[in-house]
Structure formats: structure tokens, C-alpha cells
């Protein structure tokens, strides 16, 4: 199979990116590696992939916000298939620089969904994300809840990638599948997020931001269940056939939370990594962030009954696995191969 993956030097692309190669797909990355968070760690990954690929693996430096440039980079190169994963991330960052959503978020999705359309994909994954649920209070959440009031700019974005790929699937019967991720960690993680936030600074003897106070809960999925799920959904286009799938459509268009159906404590998770670190963290406890959210906790059967998605890394073997990779790959300055 020949697969366009957008987003290829973040986590979950180049993550997806190597287990495709490995199964003997060839891979489209596109990036145009910004600095939102190290752009060293970016190259990293890349350089890995490039490696593995030997052949199998092109990649395009482009934005693929920029139509233009995006279909220039794309003339000549052949794909059946599409993983849309790149996207400006974090809810936090979305408050202090909300144009950079619109811009990737908005359209770059629309850009996919045109070059899908124009190619005649076959089928086109994209990247939603756990934050359209919004402060809803009913656990866990399902894909049949409503998800209309967002509460930040980024899942804002999200809950509209949705709105248009289910234009595109009515107009275009093009085959989409949206994929609502909870709480990614693993190897070769976000610097951005909690778990490498939380390492770094109990490694370095500094105070860790924990957030309502520690009244604070997470379904925490493993990156190779999230690729797993990523796989059986790109394997699996939704059908024409007028029935309704999961999340609600009669086009075809599926959405499905990718997640691990456990919600765990925050504290658990701070006292898993003081074991691991060999360390006790220093918390400064504070108030709830604008746009954060108390609570996540997936409900996956609708993913689990269409395609047999089981996860299989608790945080008891996930986390020890990233302070392994952590501690031997992340040297303080640059990264290690």
C-alpha cells in the first residue's frame, strides 16, 4: 500500500510511519517541521525514518496549510491512502495563539479533504482528538454523546474537522474515518506534554505544575496501542451503504475515541514516575488551567466490536518504557539515535 501521512515528524506520524514501513508500505511524510516545540527532536525522528525506509520512505518539507505548495510537492507521487495527523496541538497554546489553529487546524484540513477528493483516495484517516468532549460530566465518553460545546479554541478545531469531513463523505462519498485520541505518551513523546514535563523537571530537582490541585484524571494511552488503532482503521475503509456508523453518519464516515477505557489518577501517575525517577517530585499544586478539563475516560467499543481495537499497555509497564527511552536517549541537549 502507498500512504500520505501528514505530520510525519510528530509523534504519532513518525510513530505510524515506522510501523507501516515495517509491514512494507510505502510512505509519504509531509512536515514542514516547526517550532512549536524542539525542532531538533523533529529531525530526529525524521532521520530515523529516513534510515528505515531505505527507499520506501519520501519525505516533502511543506506546509500543507498552503494549497498550493502542498499539491506542488504532492505532483507525481502516488498514494492510495491518507493519514491526515499533522495539526497545530496543545489546548494551552491555543489561548495565547489562536490564529495558528485556524490556519493548520482549519485549513489544512480542508486542504487534505481537496486532495483526497482530487486523488480519489481510497480512504482518508484524520486526527481528531478527546478535547471536542468539553466539560461533559457523563463517563466515559462516547462517540453517540454530544460534543457541541467545546472549551477551548483547539478542540474547537477539531469538533469542525469532524463537521466538514462529514460534508465531504455526503458530497464526495469520500471514505473518512476521525479519530478522537486520549492522552498519547510513550517513546518519543511531546516534550509539551505532562509525562516528559513531569520527568524532566523531577530529573533536574525542580517543582512540577500539578493542576486543580491533583483532582485530576486521564485516560493515558500507550503510542503503540494509538498506532493500532491508527492501523486497523487505515486498513479499514467505512462503506457506502447507507447504514449508520459509529459516531452517527450514513455517509461514509466513522468516528472512533482511541483510547485505553481506564481513567487514572494524576497522582498515580506522578507516584509511578517518583518510583521509576528514584526521586520524589516537589509539587506546586494549582488551580484548574483555562480550557483544561478534570477528567477523560474513552469509551472504545464502538472501535473494539467494528474492528477489534484491545489496548494492552497499562500505565504500570507504559510509563517505566518512557522514562527507559527518556533517561537513554535524551541527553540534555540534543538527541541521541
Given at each position: ?5 501528514t505530520g ?5 506520524g ?14 509519504i ?8 516545540y ?6 530526529a525522528r525524521l532521520s530515523?525514518?529516513?534510515?528505515q ?44 495563539n489562536?490564529?495558528a489553529y ?11 479533504l ?9 480512504h482518508?484517516?484524520?486526527?481528531s ?9 457523563k463517563?466515559?465518553?462516547s ?13 474547537a478545531?477539531k469538533?469542525?474537522d469532524?463537521l466538514?469531513?462529514e ?22 513523546g ?5 509525562m516528559?514535563?513531569f ?6 530537582g ?5 493542576f486543580n ?5 486521564r485516560?493515558?494511552t ?20 447507507g447504514?449508520?456508523k459509529?459516531?452517527?453518519s450514513e ?6 475515541n482511541?483510547?485505553?477505557h481506564k481513567?487514572e489518577h ?5 507516584g ?8 520524589k ?21 464502538a472501535?473494539?466490536s467494528?474492528?477489534?481495537?484491545k489496548?494492552?499497555?497499562?500505565i504500570?509497564?507504559?510509563?517505566p518504557?518512557f522514562v ?7 541527553g540534555?541537549r540534543?538527541?541521541?539515535?
Amino acid at each position: 500500500m502507498r500512504v500520505l501521512v501528514t505530520g510525519a515528524a510528530g509523534f504519532i506520524g513518525y510513530s505510524l510511519i515506522t510501523r507501516l514501513l515495517a509491514r512494507g508500505d510505502e510512505v509519504i511524510g509531509v512536515d514542514i517541521v516547526n517550532p512549536y516545540y524542539d525542532p531538533a527532536l523533529k529531525e530526529a525522528r525524521l532521520s530515523r525514518l529516513v534510515e528505515q525506509g531505505k527507499g520506501q520512505f519520501t519525505f516533502l518539507r511543506t506546509d500543507f496549510a498552503d494549497y498550493p505548495a502542498l499539491t506542488a510537492a504532492l505532483e507525481g507521487k502516488q498514494f492510495e491512502r491518507i493519514v491526515h495527523l499533522g495539526a497545530q496541538a496543545g489546548v494551552r497554546y491555543s489561548i495565547e495563539n489562536p490564529h495558528a489553529y485556524v490556519q493548520s487546524n482549519l485549513v489544512g484540513h480542508l486542504n487534505l479533504l481537496e486532495v483526497a477528493r482530487h486523488r480519489g483516495a481510497e480512504h482518508m484517516v484524520y486526527a481528531s482528538s478527546s478535547s471536542v468532549y468539553g466539560g461533559n460530566t457523563k463517563m466515559p465518553f462516547s462517540v453517540d454523546d454530544r460534543v457541541d460545546h467545546p472549551m477551548s479554541l483547539y478542540a474547537a478545531t477539531k469538533k469542525a474537522d469532524e463537521l466538514m469531513s462529514e460534508t465531504y463523505a455526503h458530497l464526495y462519498r469520500l471514505p473518512l474515518t476521525g479519530l478522537r485520541f486520549f492522552t498519547v505518551y510513550g517513546p518519543w513523546g511531546r516534550p509539551d506534554m505532562m509525562m516528559w514535563l513531569f520527568t524532566k523537571a523531577i530529573l533536574a530537582g525542580e517543582p512540577i505544575q500539578v493542576f486543580n490541585h491533583g483532582d485530576m484524571y486521564r485516560d493515558f494511552t500507550y503510542i503503540d496501542d494509538i498506532v493500532s488503532g491508527v492501523m486497523a482503521c487505515l486498513d479499514n475503509p467505512p462503506p457506502d451503504d447507507g447504514a449508520v456508523k459509529a459516531g452517527g453518519s450514513e455517509k461514509p464516515h466513522r468516528l472512533y475515541n482511541i483510547g485505553n477505557h481506564k481513567s487514572e489518577h494524576l497522582m498515580k501517575v506522578i507516584g509511578i514516575l517518583e518510583s521509576e525517577l528514584g526521586r520524589k517530585a516537589e509539587m506546586n499544586l494549582m488551580p484548574m488551567q483555562p480550557g483544561d478539563v478534570r477528567q477523560s475516560f474513552a469509551d472504545i467499543d464502538a472501535i473494539s466490536s467494528d474492528l477489534g481495537y484491545k489496548p494492552t499497555t497499562s500505565i504500570d509497564v507504559g510509563i517505566p518504557n518512557f522514562v527507559r527511552w527518556y533517561t537513554k536517549h535524551y541527553g540534555g541537549r540534543r538527541w541521541q539515535n
